[in-house]
């Protein structure tokens, strides 16, 4: 079975602080993505990642950063937290290796974070 | 325009009733297409995906495709209170790996 893991289920923070969020997947996947999900907006994709060391901007990407140093492990960074950013955050992972017509994305737990 | 598009619902059946979700999608060239289930406070769950027309079966779940109509759907037969969740639509359009969600069908099985 896929397993994604991230590494806060819930997390309160300050206005402007800096926030890590880390996910890790252990099958060796390509693809990692970041969302954030809000009621009566569904899930927007933050960025995502096909590489290491790879990112792209995904829909709102404004107030965000990520890092992949490693394949199994994507980190999203909120530089200045915001009381905006108050949300459920979920990782997920793909991969790009089958029959080309599957890129079904594994999600992590998520991480509730509010910042007050 | 939103590109994949649910009715928020709530859909509520009777269980051992069908349950039918839909959604549309507005990229012709999409080529998979994904449901995900959603209980509350949890994150999504892939439940089927299908990329080819017509249907396909997974149990008590039916997943219905129609590229031409840009309409995807899936049937929950003989719905049982645990299906009462939100269902996530999700479609792959272009050569990127991501995936764009529609807000979800908010489905209620009632006794």
């Known amino acids: 079975d896929v397993k994604v893991t991230q590494s806060s289920r819930y997390l309160v923070k300050r206005t402007g602080e800096k926030v890590f969020l880390e996910c890790v997947q252990d099958m060796d996947h390509e693809n990692m993505f970041w969302y954030r999900q809000d009621p009566g907006l569904g899930l927007r994709l933050i960025y995502f990642?096909?590489?290491?060391?790879?990112?792209e901007k995904g829909d709102i990407p404004e107030g965000y950063s990520v890092s992949r140093e490693k394949k199994e492990r994507f980190s999203l960074i909120l530089e200045s937290a915001s009381t905006n950013q108050t949300s459920m955050y979920l990782c997920a992972s793909s991969s790009i290796i089958g029959t080309g017509a599957t890129y079904e994305q594994y999600f992590g737990p998520g991480t509730r974070l509010t910042v007050t | 325009q939103k590109e994949v598009e649910q009715n928020s619902g709530p859909l509520s059946v009777p269980e051992g009733a069908i349950a039918s979700l839909n959604c549309t999608y507005s990229?012709?060239?999409?080529?998979?297409f994904f449901w995900y289930r959603q209980y509350s406070g949890k994150s999504p769950e892939l439940i089927m995906f299908i990329y080819s027309n017509g249907d396909k079966e997974d149990g008590r779940f039916t997943a219905q495709l129609n590229k031409a109509s840009q309409y995807v759907s899936l049937l929950i037969r003989d719905s049982q209170p645990s299906d009462s969740a939100t269902y996530l639509c999700a479609v792959k359009s272009g050569t990127a790996s991501k995936l764009t969600f529609g807000t979800g069908t908010r489905l209620q099985v009632t006794l």
């Open positions: 990642s096909y590489d290491v060391k790879m990112k």
């Open positions: 990229d012709r060239g999409s080529q998979s």
